[in-house]
């Protein structure tokens, strides 16, 4: 249709037609809004047209190649990078009223196809004003929208950005602590049956490094740095880790466990990092059920060290008593029954009590429990 109306027009007036805004509010034209659309077929008619102005910006200093990106449309920023190579180098760095480069947008809305395009386009034009703030910028939204390959990739550029802190002081491993564990859980589906079967019998399986996971191979990238650059010096590494919150902490409380080896295999002493209620993080592994993080106890022989030395300063209880403690709501919206919840939850507190994981079953791992000191009004409520 619109390629229609463009033919039954006469000449003088298709420039017109073609470049105006056809909002009042924002001066979008027809091309800003196809592209933003997604509308390919319609964009290619109007980039093809011999009076098309490709670098018209809309009231926000947005022109239509920057709708493309912000609507995902990978297809259609293609087309505008296939250009002749001015037009290429005028998209990649004509910013917004804001300064906002094409590659700060594409990362900021979580593009991560169009943010990896942009950025081989900005290295190949020698990283064409492209500041330090905003390759920052741009790097910490790639870890807030999981673009963990391109920042990886921004971290081979320019090493020292690992070291920096975003608008809230936090570091990349800071944020990633916070992110879900299936982020950092490498796919099962890309390596073979027996890496599989070994995967299950081992803890800390010998994964290659293209089988890992992009989250987990920029958090080991991001952590050696930082180790690297204060050589190992234990107190300056607990003060990174602890500012502006115990990233260990977050960690163990998220049920993080892959992220967690990775701090703990380059510096074990971060094993002993305590909560404000003097919990470690095994503590606050049982008290939210995260089955392989209590696990690393085990793994590591320091179960017992563990259960003598932890004693809650106020109340004296120690690491026992948190068997009895309920758990946050999250672990108990998915309840399979009672009686699963009873024998899960007996099974614990022997492990806990006698140091032996082999109370706690495979097919019950992860499910939520009820704590010991609910019981009784669990069978309470049953009877009734």
């Known amino acids: ?117 942009l950025y081989q386009h900005t290295i190949i034009n020698n990283n064409v004003g492209l500041e330090n703030g905003e390759y920052f910028g741009i790097f910490f939204n790639c870890i807030h929208n999981d673009i963990y390959d391109l ?99 977050e960690a163990a409380k998220n049920g993080n466990f892959d992220l967690l080896v990775v701090l703990l295999s380059m510096s074990p002493e971060l094993i002993w990092e305590k909560d404000d209620e003097n919990n470690t993080i095994f503590h606050i592994a049982i008290l939210n059920r995260h089955v392989k993080i209590f696990k690393l106890i085990h793994e590591i022989n320091v179960l017992k060290s563990v259960v003598r030395s932890h004693e809650d300063e106020a109340t004296h209880n120690n690491i026992l008593h948190l068997v009895a403690k309920k758990p946050q709501q999250s672990r108990l919206d998915s309840m399979l029954g009672v009686a699963l919840q009873m024998r899960h939850e007996l099974l614990w507190y022997q492990a806990l009590l006698y140091g032996n994981l082999m109370f706690i079953q495979n097919d019950i791992f992860g499910y939520p429990t009820i704590r010991c000191k609910t019981l009784v009004s669990l069978v309470v409520q049953t009877i009734a």
């Open 1 to 117: 249709m619109g390629k229609k109306i463009l033919e039954e027009q006469q000449p003088q007036n298709r420039h017109e037609i073609v470049n105006s805004a056809i909002t009042n509010s924002t001066w979008e034209t027809a091309l800003h809004v196809a592209a933003g659309a997604n509308q390919t077929e319609f964009v290619q008619m109007l980039i093809d047209h011999p009076d098309i102005d490709l670098t018209f910006q809309d009231i926000h200093g947005n022109t239509a190649f920057s709708s493309a990106i912000a609507g995902g449309a990978i297809k259609i920023v293609k087309k505008f990078l296939t250009l002749p190579n001015n037009n290429i180098i005028y998209f990649v760095t004509t910013r917004d009223e804001k300064g906002m480069s094409p590659l700060y947008i594409a990362s900021w809305f979580g593009q991560p196809q169009i943010a990896s395009l």
């Open 151 to 249: 920042a990886l990739k921004m971290i081979e550029s320019r090493g020292h950005i690992v070291h920096q802190l975003d608008s809230n002081g936090r570091t990349a491993l800071h944020i990633l602590s916070r992110k879900r564990p299936m982020e950092f859980k490498f796919d099962p589906q890309a390596i073979g049956t027996w890496s599989r079967v070994w995967s299950k019998i081992s803890f800390q399986s010998a994964r290659r490094r293209r089988d890992e996971m992009p989250a987990l191979r920029l958090a080991k990238e991001i952590w050696k740095r930082i180790l690297e650059r204060h050589s190992y010096e234990y107190n300056v590494i607990r003060s990174i880790i602890r500012n502006p919150f115990n990233l260990v902490i």
